[in-house]
């Protein structure tokens, strides 16, 4: 009986091993890795160009088009809005129109001429929605202020690359700015912020050459180009800045496999539109905030340490600690936005009264776990000596860990 019931088993298993290889087999193949994904293209060296373009139409039909069809797949999520937020469509891209959500102060009138803050949600270019810094939108407008928070394009709605989230921002940028008398504001006072991947469109507004990029072709045609995108300042919230950070690059060849482009095509529109590259005496103040635990540490810092040596006017705030987008909720959100409304008035653009209450968001409890995760898990880039150096030698501002806590402030 023993004996029967073992021959019964082993036939079960080696079925099911069967089934299970049939499967396997069945399975359609995984995607590549980012480093075979960089083998792929190196091995496309001495091509011809002929040669070369069919290579990659057969990289992209085997592995990207499935890579980028599986990333695709998100709903989109409208931004949030109140009875104050007037809703409108600024661009037409291929898969949808582009909002841009503009939040405006009390007693608000047209033919005001007041200071505006564009605000870019992040999302790593690829997730996201103009709901991020509605918060901070409320409180400027307390402020006195109109802001705006444009949709971009991103890669799981869109299956676009960061260089056209960059378009959209100009675009968005022009298109506000053209509008200055229907929405009350000054067109020489439009202040652009944002964070991670929305901090780096704010930067690159900041910095970025547009007519470099129109020749390019990288800027839509339906843009009025003669309209500058030069802001009076700028909001840099964790910043993505550094397309080619060598401890933390993009990944361009992953994502020109996903879209059927030679990365070899990509470089130079990327260094177009790396902040880092592009600061120089004519940029506009800026004010950056980060933790040590972001991954984007090492940029950020250079990013400091490039406007300290050109002689601008940078307000820095790094805090020991803290992780990427950190300062989404309470009690972050509060002591980040004193941070900027404090640089705005010391830099004019912003008169020190009224005093309004700070906003709030709470963060659930089970949220609060998945943060504290993500705290244990990062690297504290301050505990290495190169960036302590940094610190020390360009007077950077190294804020304790929950320094907000009672007993424990500045």
């Known amino acids: 009986m023993v004996k029967l019931l073992f021959v019964c088993s082993v036939g079960v298993f080696m079925v099911f091993g069967m089934f299970s290889s049939v499967r396997a087999q069945e399975r359609p193949n995984r995607p590549p890795t980012r480093g075979q994904i960089r083998k792929m293209f190196k091995d496309l060296d001495g091509l011809s160009d002929a040669e070369r373009k069919a290579r990659i139409q057969e990289l992209y039909e085997k592995y990207g088009k499935p890579m980028l069809k599986r990333l695709t797949k998100a709903k989109y999520q409208p931004g949030t809005a109140d009875e104050n937020t007037q809703v409108y469509e600024f661009k037409t891209v291929p898969k949808r129109n582009l909002k841009i959500y503009i939040d405006f102060p009390p007693n608000w009138k047209k033919t005001d001429k ?20 509605y918060h901070q939108a409320k409180y400027f407008n307390k402020r006195g202020l109109v802001v705006a928070r444009p949709e971009y394009r991103i890669r799981d709605l869109d299956g676009t690359m960061p260089h056209k989230a960059m378009e ?33 469109l704010a930067a690159a507004i900041g910095t970025v050459d547009a007519d470099a990029l129109a020749k390019m072709g990288f800027v839509g045609g339906e843009d009025d180009q003669s309209i500058s995108i030069k802001p009076a300042a700028m909001l840099l919230y964790n910043p993505f800045v550094d397309f080619f950070e060598p401890l933390n690059a993009r990944h361009v060849p992953e994502e020109s496999l996903m879209n059927g482009v030679d990365p070899r095509d990509m470089i130079p529109i990327y260094h177009t539109i790396s902040p880092i590259e592009l600061v120089n005496k004519n940029t506009p103040p800026s004010i950056i905030q980060f ?14 340490v490039a406007c300290r040596e050109l002689g601008l006017t940078i307000h820095d705030y790094v805090y020991k600690g803290e992780v990427h987008s950190w300062y989404n909720n309470s009690p972050h959100v509060e002591y980040t936005t004193d941070n900027v409304n404090k640089f ?6 912003l008169s020190p009264e009224p005093k309004v209450e700070l906003p709030h968001k709470h963060i659930n409890p089970r949220r609060a776990e998945i943060q504290q995760s993500k705290y244990d898990k990062k690297t504290d880039w301050d505990e290495r000596e190169r960036f302590q150096n940094y610190i020390r030698e360009h007077n950077i501002q190294l804020i304790p860990y929950k320094h907000y806590e009672k007993g424990n402030e500045e």
Not at 114 to 129: C, D, L, S
Not at 176 to 191: L, N
Not at 291 to 304: L, V
């Open 114 to 133: 007041r200071v505006a803050i564009v605000f870019w949600h992040g999302g790593g270019f690829t997730q996201g929605n103009a709901g991020q810094f």
């Open 344 to 349: 705005l008035v010391q830099v004019g653009l």
């Open 291 to 304: 933790g040590t635990r972001d991954a984007f540490y090492p940029q950020q810092i250079r990013w400091i």
């Open 168 to 200: 959209d921002g100009i675009s968005a940028m022009r298109w506000f700015k053209a509008r200055a008398d229907e929405f009350g504001i000054d067109p020489d006072r439009i202040i652009v912020g944002g964070g991670s991947a929305g901090g780096h």
